[in-house]
Structures are given as structure tokens and as C-alpha cells.
């Protein structure tokens, strides 16, 4: 054989680890795909979340702090509202509520003061520089905020 007419790669053995690395990449992806495609394994962002869900309500209500839909009168949850409110709300509507960069909220409101309308004002905020809240606040924070306004 002539090498300079007739050039020819030798043939080297792929290396045993490369092989064995293209080998688990392979079986790792079958997996995983089957793992978490939903039509195939039923895993779902949303099932998992229910549970975790279920799982939270379940304990808070062996800590004796239920998820309650409202916390009105209820002294502990006031106080605790209180706290959220002095951290969070009173820089803009001052610490008694009367307001500055925010509204007054011991006043009539131009969004409506039903628990679900104040709700909606600090989970999701409003046009006029309310900030939404759901991000840093839980469900029951912001029901035990709703709970201290409802004492301004
Ligand atoms: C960055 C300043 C700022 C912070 C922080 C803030 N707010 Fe506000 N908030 C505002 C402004 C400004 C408005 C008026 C929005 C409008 O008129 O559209 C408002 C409006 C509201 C309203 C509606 C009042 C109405 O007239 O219907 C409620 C309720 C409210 N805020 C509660 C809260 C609570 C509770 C917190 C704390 C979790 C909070 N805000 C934190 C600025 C703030």
C-alpha cells in the first residue's frame, strides 16, 4: 500500500469510557423521557403541587393554624397581620394606615372594601402603584393582613 497515493485514517478502538458514556446518555434519556412525560408515566406539575398542597393544609391544621378563608377578630392572626403590615404596607400607607405614597385604607376605598375586593388590591395590586403581593406573601398572610385592616 501506498501512503502518500492512497491516505488513510487509522483506525483507532473509540475509547471503552466514551462508549460507555454514550451508553448511559442513552439509557438516561429513555428514562427521563419516560419518566416525566406525562402521557406516558402520568407525572404532573399539578399533581405534585395538589399534594403538596394537601400536605401543608394537613399540617397546618395539626398546628392549629387552618387555612381559613377569613381571619376577622381572630387576636393571633390580627397580630400577626399587624407584623406583615408593619414590614411590608407601611412604608407607603404609613404604620396607622392613613396613608402617604399609598391610600388611606381607613377610608372609603376606590376599590371596594369587601375581604374579596382587598384581596384582589394586595395579591394582585392595583394601576395606581399598588404593588402585588402573591409573590411574597401566602394566602393566609394575606387574609390575616385583611384581618389587622379590617381593626383600622
Ligand atoms: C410601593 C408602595 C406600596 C406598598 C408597599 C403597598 N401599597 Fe397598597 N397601595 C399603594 C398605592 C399607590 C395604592 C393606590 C392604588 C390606586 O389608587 O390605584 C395602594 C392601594 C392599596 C389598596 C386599595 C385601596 C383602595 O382605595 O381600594 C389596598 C387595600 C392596599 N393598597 C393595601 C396594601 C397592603 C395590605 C400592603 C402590604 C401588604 C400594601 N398595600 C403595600 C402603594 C403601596
Same mark, same amino acid.
Given at each position: 500500500?501506498?501512503?502518500?497515493?492512497?491516505? $488513510?485514517? /487509522?483506525?483507532?478502538?473509540?475509547?471503552? +469510557?466514551?462508549?460507555?458514556?454514550f451508553a448511559f446518555v442513552i439509557v438516561f434519556l429513555f428514562s427521563y423521557i419516560a419518566l416525566y412525560t406525562?402521557?406516558? $408515566? +402520568?407525572? !404532573?406539575? #399539578?399533581?405534585?403541587?395538589?399534594?403538596?398542597? &394537601?400536605?401543608?393544609?394537613?399540617?397546618? $391544621?395539626?398546628?392549629?393554624?387552618?387555612?381559613?378563608?377569613? #381571619? /376577622?377578630?381572630?387576636?393571633?392572626? @390580627? &397580630?400577626? +397581620?399587624?407584623? @406583615?403590615?408593619?414590614? /411590608?404596607?407601611?412604608?407607603?400607607? %404609613?404604620?396607622?394606615?392613613?396613608?402617604? @405614597? +399609598? /391610600?388611606?385604607?381607613? &377610608?372609603?376605598?376606590?376599590?371596594? $372594601?369587601?375581604?374579596?375586593d382587598l384581596y384582589e388590591s394586595i395579591a394582585n395590586g392595583?394601576?395606581?402603584?399598588?404593588?402585588? *403581593?402573591?409573590?411574597?406573601? !401566602?394566602?393566609? %398572610?394575606?387574609? %390575616?393582613? @385583611?384581618? *389587622?385592616?379590617?381593626?383600622?
Amino acid at each position: 500500500m501506498n501512503e502518500h497515493d492512497n491516505p $488513510s485514517e /487509522s483506525n483507532n478502538n473509540i475509547p471503552k +469510557g466514551m462508549i460507555a458514556f454514550f451508553a448511559f446518555v442513552i439509557v438516561f434519556l429513555f428514562s427521563y423521557i419516560a419518566l416525566y412525560t406525562p402521557a406516558i $408515566s +402520568g407525572w !404532573s406539575f #399539578y399533581t405534585i403541587f395538589e399534594e403538596k398542597m &394537601a400536605e401543608a393544609e394537613a399540617q397546618a $391544621s395539626v398546628d392549629g393554624t387552618e387555612l381559613k378563608d377569613s #381571619y /376577622s377578630g381572630d387576636e393571633a392572626a @390580627i &397580630a400577626e +397581620g399587624a407584623k @406583615i403590615y408593619a414590614s /411590608s404596607c407601611a412604608v407607603c400607607h %404609613k404604620a396607622d394606615g392613613t396613608g402617604g @405614597i +399609598g /391610600s388611606d385604607l381607613t &377610608a372609603a376605598s376606590k376599590y371596594g $372594601s369587601t375581604q374579596e375586593d382587598l384581596y384582589e388590591s394586595i395579591a394582585n395590586g392595583r394601576e395606581g402603584g399598588m404593588p402585588p *403581593f402573591k409573590q411574597q406573601l !401566602s394566602r393566609m %398572610k394575606i387574609r %390575616k393582613v @385583611i384581618a *389587622f385592616l379590617e381593626t383600622l
